[in-house]
């Protein structure tokens, strides 16, 4: 946000040109992501044969390990510096994304013909999220060091808004592709953009040096930060408890696409309703909410943001159709978009004093348990459902999900509240 205190000039000369193409290459790194997420579990089931509970399995491998990974692939990327990261990453990206895709592809039958095809994705899947986790603590960091004290908060609100610009027009050249080439293509889209991506990186990246080499934590100290972390009772209770938010989440990209495809229209665009209903939602409507919102207390704004979130599946279940799974896409957006920002800064105020940036590490950990156990569990909840002719079962199973996500956290703020104001007296 423009302050009185944020003139134009600072605008102008608080930002390194690194920063700008760093988060250029988020911005297509995020296009090449979400348009071959939401593409997955069909590709996964209509080409390559799996069931609806394998493909869960598989993409709960592939998107927990991509958003645990960072917490150790940083401390690479800090030691390489981030421009050599880059190039790891976007390489590995590209040859990950390729393989998948050309599982696909006739052209390459022969050739994996004597493979298990499951090991051989579960495989291609691990590749490409080892090269994906050196993308977030990369682009994070060269925020940091290419931003001023005046300009940093803006820095960052820069990447949020690119990362949803992403995740909106790479679903929505995803359909495009898949509609006249087929899913397997889709990842090829994402190859070439990362290869792009690479060759931007070479060219254009400038590494901004602001710490002294082998200044960064060892490996073995982010271990003992781990356990650190995870002995902390209270920050873990509360990363379970938000990690059920991330669960509802992610079925918008394991059990939507199957149902518009399976039960209301095989020809719709699922892509372009997720993408423009999610991350459209985000882009146009984030500051106006901050703005109303601003006042709520932390854990309210956090509650309220779980409430408003679990309302996706309520519409959609009362009446499934494109209609209501926009609407519900739209509703957990503005759920997202109350609480998203108030969550750093309550993992802030809970770390305990001096290590609020090692909490800040973890912030992601959330996703990646909802992943490994959301993705796993959609896929099965679909194909149960749908085995058993009552297909309306997932809506219920997932309106428990987020319910009792926001009951937990109402609990949760109640326990505490009790507590601070107990120490407070």
């Given at each position: 946000?423009?302050?009185?205190q944020?003139?134009f000039?600072?605008?102008?000369?608080?930002?390194?040109?690194?920063?700008?193409?760093?988060?250029g290459?988020?911005?297509?790194?995020?296009?090449?992501?979400?348009?071959?997420?939401i593409?997955?579990?069909?590709?996964?089931?209509?080409?390559?044969?799996?069931?609806e509970?394998?493909?869960?399995?598989?993409?709960?491998?592939?998107?927990?390990?991509?958003?645990?990974l960072?917490?150790?692939?940083?401390?690479?990327?800090?030691?390489?510096?981030?421009?050599?990261?880059?190039?790891?990453?976007?390489?590995v990206?590209?040859?990950?994304?390729?393989?998948?895709?050309?599982?696909?592809?006739?052209?390459?039958a022969?050739?994996?013909?004597?493979?298990?095809?499951?090991?051989?994705?579960?495989?291609?899947?691990?590749?490409?999220?080892?090269?994906?986790?050196?993308?977030?603590p990369s682009?994070?960091?060269?925020?940091?060091?290419?931003?001023?004290?005046?300009?940093?908060?803006?820095?960052?609100?820069?990447?949020?808004?690119?990362?949803?610009?992403?995740?909106?027009?790479?679903?929505?050249i995803?359909?495009?592709?898949?509609?006249?080439?087929?899913?397997?293509?889709?990842?090829?889209v994402?190859?070439?953009?990362?290869?792009?991506?690479?060759?931007?990186n070479?060219?254009?990246?400038k590494?901004?040096?602001?710490?002294?080499?082998?200044?960064?934590?060892?490996?073995?100290k982010?271990?003992?930060?781990?356990?650190?972390?995870?002995?902390?009772?209270?920050?873990?209770?509360?990363?379970?408890?938000?990690?059920l938010?991330?669960?509802?989440?992610?079925?918008e990209?394991?059990?939507i696409?199957?149902y518009?495809?399976?039960?209301?229209?095989?020809?719709?665009?699922?892509?372009?309703?997720?993408?423009?209903?999610?991350?459209?939602?985000?882009?146009?409507?984030?500051?106006?909410?901050?703005?109303?919102t601003k006042?709520?207390?932390?854990?309210?704004?956090?509650?309220?943001?779980?409430?408003v979130?679990?309302?996706?599946?309520?519409?959609?279940?009362?009446?499934?159709?494109?209609p209501?799974?926009?609407?519900?896409?739209?509703?957990?957006?503005?759920?997202?978009?109350?609480?998203?920002?108030?969550?750093?800064?309550?993992i802030?105020?809970?770390?305990?004093?001096?290590?609020?940036?090692?909490?800040?590490?973890?912030?992601?950990?959330?996703i990646?348990?909802?992943?490994?156990?959301?993705?796993?569990?959609?896929?099965?909840?679909y194909?149960?459902?749908?085995?058993?002719?009552?297909?309306?079962?997932?809506?219920?199973a997932?309106?428990?999900?987020?319910?009792?996500?926001?009951?937990?956290?109402?609990?949760?703020?109640?326990?505490?509240?009790?507590?601070?104001?107990?120490?407070?007296?």
């Amino acid at each position: 946000m423009i302050t009185p205190q944020l003139r134009f000039s600072d605008i102008r000369t608080g930002f390194h040109p690194t920063f700008w193409v760093a988060n250029g290459m988020e911005l297509f790194e995020r296009l090449a992501y979400y348009g071959q997420q939401i593409v997955f579990m069909i590709y996964l089931r209509n080409k390559l044969g799996f069931t609806e509970a394998e493909a869960g399995q598989l993409s709960g491998v592939f998107g927990g390990l991509l958003y645990l990974l960072p917490i150790l692939g940083g401390t690479l990327a800090d030691k390489w510096g981030f421009r050599r990261a880059f190039n790891i990453a976007f390489s590995v990206l590209a040859l990950g994304y390729f393989l998948i895709g050309s599982l696909g592809m006739s052209a390459f039958a022969g050739f994996y013909g004597n493979f298990s095809l499951y090991w051989l994705l579960l495989a291609f899947l691990v590749l490409t999220a080892i090269g994906g986790s050196f993308i977030k603590p990369s682009v994070l960091g060269t925020v940091a060091v290419t931003t001023t004290e005046k300009t940093k908060s803006l820095g960052f609100a820069i990447y949020y808004w690119l990362v949803n610009v992403g995740a909106l027009l790479g679903p929505t050249i995803a359909y495009l592709v898949r509609d006249k080439f087929g899913n397997e293509f889709v990842y090829m889209v994402s190859t070439a953009s990362c290869l792009a991506m690479l060759i931007i990186n070479l060219l254009l990246y400038k590494e901004v040096q602001t710490t002294a080499p082998g200044s960064s934590e060892s490996m073995g100290k982010k271990l003992t930060n781990l356990v650190t972390v995870l002995l902390n009772f209270k920050f873990m209770v509360f990363l379970l408890i938000y990690s059920l938010y991330w669960i509802i989440f992610w079925q918008e990209f394991i059990i939507i696409p199957y149902y518009v495809t399976d039960y209301i229209n095989k020809e719709a665009p699922y892509e372009i309703i997720q993408s423009w209903a999610g991350a459209g939602a985000i882009i146009l409507f984030q500051i106006p909410v901050n703005w109303l919102t601003k006042n709520l207390p932390v854990r309210t704004a956090i509650l309220t943001g779980f409430v408003v979130s679990s309302l996706i599946w309520v519409i959609i279940g009362i009446s499934p159709s494109i209609p209501t799974i926009a609407a519900g896409i739209v509703a957990f957006s503005i759920g997202e978009m109350i609480q998203a920002p108030r969550y750093y800064e309550y993992i802030s105020t809970i770390a305990p004093p001096g290590q609020q940036g090692l909490f800040q590490g973890y912030a992601f950990l959330p996703i990646a348990i909802a992943r490994f156990v959301g993705d796993p569990i959609g896929g099965w909840l679909y194909q149960t459902s749908k085995a058993a002719g009552k297909p309306e079962m997932v809506w219920f199973a997932l309106i428990g999900i987020g319910v009792g996500a926001a009951i937990l956290m109402a609990i949760y703020n109640m326990v505490v509240g009790r507590v601070e104001t107990a120490a407070q007296a």
